[in-house]
T-cell receptor
Framework: DGGITQSPKYLFRKEGQNVTLSCEQN?????MYWYRQDPGQGLRLIYY???????QKGDIAEGYSVSREKKESFPLTVTSAQKNPTAFYLC?????????????FGEGSRLTVL | AQSVTQLGSHVSVSEGALVLLRCNYS??????LFWYVQYPNQGLQLLLK??????LVKGINGFEAEFKKSETSFHLTKPSAHMSDAAEYFC??????????????FGTGTRLTVIP
C-alpha cells in the first residue's frame, strides 16, 4: 500500500547529540514537509521541499537540517543547536494537485531528550 | 495571509450527542479548507475537505462540515458521537499566498472527549 513511513517511532537522545529522523514515501509525491507538534500549539512547519535537491526553511527551522537527495526520502536531523527538541515530529507529503490537494502524514516520531 | 482559529481546545460530549467543533478562517482568497483527525501517538488522517462546489461536505466516520463564506467558518459536526470519536481534531486552510510552500496552515486543535 502507498504511504509514508517514519522511523523510529520513539527515540531518546542525550543532550548535545544529533539525531536523524527518517521519512520515506511511495506516493510519488513531489512535495514533502516536516512538522513539529507540541501540546496546545498545533503543527509548526520546520522545513519543506517541493522538488529533489531543493528545500526551504519553514517557521521554526533553527536547530534542524534536512536533505532531499531522492524523491522518496526527506530525512530530518535534529542538531544539538535545537534548544528544546523534545516533541512529536510529523512528516507529510503532497501531490501535484496544487492548493486543493491534501497532505498525507506519516505515523510520527516522538523524540525525548534525557 | 491565511490563518485558522479553532474555538475551544477541549470539547466534551456524551455518547450519542451532537458533536460540534468550531473553525474560523482568515483568507484573502477563496479558501480551500480541511479537517484532520489525530489519534494518540499517530499521524493526522484527512476527514474531509472543501475546495469548490457544494458547501456541505461529507467525510469519513459520519462527519460533515459546512463552508459558510459570510461567517468565514467551517465547523465540523456529527449527529451522534461514538466512543471511537475521541481524538484531536485539526482544521486547516491551504496556503494560496505566493510563498511557494504549497503548505497548509493548521489551527491549534480541539481535543474531543466522549463520555459514556
Amino acid at each position: 500500500d502507498g504511504g509514508i513511513t517514519q522511523s523510529p517511532k520513539y527515540l531518546f537522545r542525550k543532550e548535545g547529540q544529533n539525531v536523524t529522523l527518517s521519512c520515506e514515501q511511495n506516493l510519488n509525491h513531489d512535495a514533502m514537509y516536516w512538522y513539529r507538534q507540541d501540546p496546545g500549539q498545533g503543527l509548526r512547519l520546520i522545513y519543506y521541499s517541493q522538488i529533489v535537491n531543493d528545500f526551504q526553511k519553514g517557521d521554526i527551522a533553527e536547530g534542524y537540517s534536512v536533505s532531499r537527495e531522492k524523491k522518496e526520502s526527506f530525512p530530518l536531523t535534529v542538531t544539538s543547536a535545537q534548544k528544546n527538541p523534545t516533541a512529536f515530529y510529523l512528516c507529510a507529503s503532497r501531490g501535484t494537485s496544487g492548493y486543493t490537494g491534501e497532505l498525507f502524514f506519516g505515523e510520527g516520531s516522538r523524540l525525548t531528550v534525557l | 495571509a491565511q490563518s485558522v482559529t479553532q474555538l475551544g481546545s477541549h470539547v466534551s460530549v456524551s455518547e450519542g450527542a451532537l458533536v460540534l467543533l468550531r473553525c474560523n478562517y482568515s483568507s484573502s482568497v477563496p479558501p480551500y479548507l480541511f479537517w484532520y483527525v489525530q489519534y494518540p501517538n499517530q499521524g493526522l488522517q484527512l476527514l474531509l475537505k472543501y475546495t469548490t462546489g457544494a458547501t456541505l461536505v461529507k467525510g469519513i466516520n459520519g462527519f460533515e462540515a459546512e463552508f459558510k463564506k459570510s461567517e468565514t467558518s467551517f465547523h465540523l459536526t456529527k449527529p451522534s458521537a461514538h466512543m471511537s470519536d475521541a481524538a484531536e481534531y485539526f482544521c486547516a486552510v491551504s496556503d494560496q499566498a505566493q510563498t511557494g510552500a504549497n503548505n497548509l496552515f493548521f489551527g491549534t486543535g480541539t481535543r474531543l472527549t466522549v463520555i459514556p
